[in-house]
Each structure stands twice: as structure tokens, then as C-alpha cells.
């Protein structure tokens, strides 16, 4: 059977893409990923989410959306989209159990946290290197903590972390934070914080499990060591796109390339979300990035039925386009 459409991914662009594909009665297949819900789903509040003014969890947020999408017709696989092959249609996206075939994709695959690359991360990822304050917190309760990093992410992590923790070092490597005002204000206002500026991470060590955190000093060159018996990293992330092989085209740092409706160079393969947007990674312009590419992917799949693949290849026209199969 071939789908007439598939969403990879599973948080908020891709639920969302679901519900107005699942209003046009398409019966959207997702492929959830790794990750059900996505990057929200590991943050402990979120607060900037409009609707919400007390705030919200992000996993009782994910849960809603995904119940939301079901209700109008979704289908959630829990499987990983290991490869797709766009040069012929209908397309067809490899998984882990094997091929799917669809007349439409919309890819909304995210972003993965960018990680320190220091000596000690990857041995101690699970015992004590995390990148989820809301999933590991708990084991932390009464012990000191460094988080890395100076977004949103960062500072609100580094605040929830002190639900547990005896203390939370907020390493920087700059002299002030990025996050927004009102989020800088009330965790430097936390009297567990301490902050440590223009400071970056040089190694993590420990034997069975971390134990310390060492640092360096960007402007004196300065080393020094902090006792940690956990490092949580948030500087940044990195587009989840890898699986495409070359052939969506990709901006230098790997965002896929899409219009305003969620449009790739190729006919019929939508984006949504983080995946293709390297400036604003939120909730709110993944839902509305997500609901463009799922009225488009409608549109795309309403004039397919009368003219034909043939004919809406032709009708595209402009540099960006490319071949599918042509890397980018």
C-alpha cells in the first residue's frame, strides 16, 4: 500500500503537520523517531507557549498534540527513518522494519544537542553526562551539578536542576547569558547558582561515574577544577538530517532548504520545524511551520490527483531546483 502521506518525526512541527493533514482526511503516517515528542518533551517547563499562562510540562504538551493528531486520523509508527529515496515517485522512506512508500513527506525531524567534544563526554554520557535536566535530575538530589551553555535551554535547565541539586555551577564562555531577560534574571537571583563566565569545559573526569568538571579560563587561560557529580550540556544543537543523503538540499550548516510553505527543490518532500530553521528554534514557529506544510502537503496531494507527478515537476521552475537524487 503506498501512504499518501508520510511526517517524519514526532514533535510539534510533525504533530501538528498530522492534525491538518488528518483534518483533510489524508490519514498521515508518522515515524516517530527516537524521540517521541521531540526536544520538548525533555524540558521540564515551558512558559512561552501561547495558551498556557501558568505553563506547561513539555511531555503533558507532546501528549496532547500527539492525542490531538490521533483524533483526526494519525497513525504513529514507532520506528527510525534510516534513509529515503526521492528520485523516483512515489517516494519511499527506509526504516528499521523496512520501506514505506508515499505519494508526499514532510520531514520534521529536528535537531540533536550539540555535544562539548572534550576527553570524558562520550565515556560518561548515562553516568553522569546528561542532556536532559528533566529525565535525570532526580539522581542528583543533595549533590553539586555543573550545567554548560547560556540560552534558554541552559538557564531554564540550570534553574530546574536546583530542585535537587545542592548547587549548580552555570558555565559560560561569555560574561553574560543569551537567554531571555526575565529567564537570566530569576536563575542569577537563585542563591544555588553560580555562575562561572567566560569559562568553557576542558575535560570530564571520574572513574566509575563523573566526579569533576574541568575548565579553562577563555581570557586568562586559567585552569581550575569544580567537584560535579553530574554535567549537563546545552550549547546548541545540530539538524537531524544525516538519513537524507545528500538529496534535500541543505543550506552550509545542514538546515534543509525550504520556502514559506515548508516547499523543498523537490516536488512533493515538505520541512517543518527545526530541521529547516537554523535561527528560531521554538515551539511556537515549529506548530506554525508545521501547519504550512501540512496545508501545502494537502494542496500538493489535491493537484497531484488531477494532473499528475509529471505535470507539477514542470510547473516548478527557478535555480534552487534540483534533480532528486542530485546531492546538494
Known amino acids: 500500500m503506498v501512504e499518501k502521506l508520510v511526517i517524519i518525526g514526532s514533535g510539534p512541527a510533525a504533530y501538528t503537520a498530522a492534525i491538518y493533514a488528518g483534518r483533510a482526511l489524508l490519514e498521515p503516517l508518522l515515524i516517530a523517531g527516537s524521540l517521541l515528542g521531540g526536544q520538548p518533551s525533555l524540558t521540564a517547563e515551558i512558559e512561552n507557549y501561547p495558551g498556557f499562562p501558568r505553563g506547561i510540562s513539555g511531555p503533558e504538551l507532546m501528549q496532547a498534540m500527539l492525542e490531538q493528531a490521533e483524533r483526526f486520523g494519525a497513525r504513529v509508527q514507532l520506528d527510525e527513518a534510516t534513509g529515503v529515496d526521492f528520485s523516483r515517485h512515489p517516494f519511499t522512506v527506509m526504516t528499521s522494519s523496512g520501506p514505506i512508500e508515499a505519494l508526499a513527506v514532510i520531514i520534521a525531524t529536528g535537531t540533536t544537542p550539540r555535544r562539548l567534544g572534550v576527553p570524558g563526554e562520550s565515556e560518561f554520557v548515562g553516568r553522569g553526562v546528561s542532556f536532559c535536566a528533566t529525565c535525570d535530575g532526580f539522581f542528583y538530589r543533595g549533590k553539586e551539578v555543573v550545567v554548560v551553555g547560556g540560552g534558554n535551554a541552559a538557564v531554564v535547565e540550570a534553574e530546574f536542576l536546583t530542585r535537587f541539586a545542592s548547587r549548580v555551577y552555570l558555565v559560560h564562555r561569555r560574561d553574560q547569558l543569551r537567554a531571555e531577560k526575565v529567564l537570566q534574571e530569576r536563575v542569577l537571583r537563585n542563591s544555588k547558582v553560580v555562575p562561572i563566565w567566560n569559562t568553557v569545559v576542558t575535560a570530564i573526569v571520574g572513574q566509575e561515574n563523573v566526579t569533576a568538571v574541568r575548565l579553562r579560563n577563555v581570557q586568562t587561560g586559567e585552569e581550575s577544577e569544580v567537584p560535579a557529580a553530574g554535567v549537563f550540556v546545552y550549547i546548541g544543537t545540530e539538524p537531524n538530517t544525516a538519513f537524507l543523503g545528500g538529496q534535500v538540499p541543505l543550506d552550509a550548516q545542514g538546515y534543509i532548504q525550504a520556502d514559506q510553505q515548508g516547499q523543498t527543490a523537490i516536488p512533493g518532500v515538505f520541512a517543518a520545524g527545526d530541521v ?53
Open 276 to 328: 529547516q530553521n537554523p535561527l528560531l528554534h521554538q515551539i511556537a514557529t515549529a506548530v506554525g511551520s508545521g501547519a504550512a506544510a501540512g496545508m501545502t502537503a494537502e494542496r500538493f496531494l489535491a493537484e497531484l490527483a488531477s494532473v499528475g507527478y509529471a505535470e507539477l515537476r514542470l510547473r516548478v521552475r527557478g535555480p534552487s531546483v534540483v534533480e532528486p537524487g542530485t546531492p546538494a
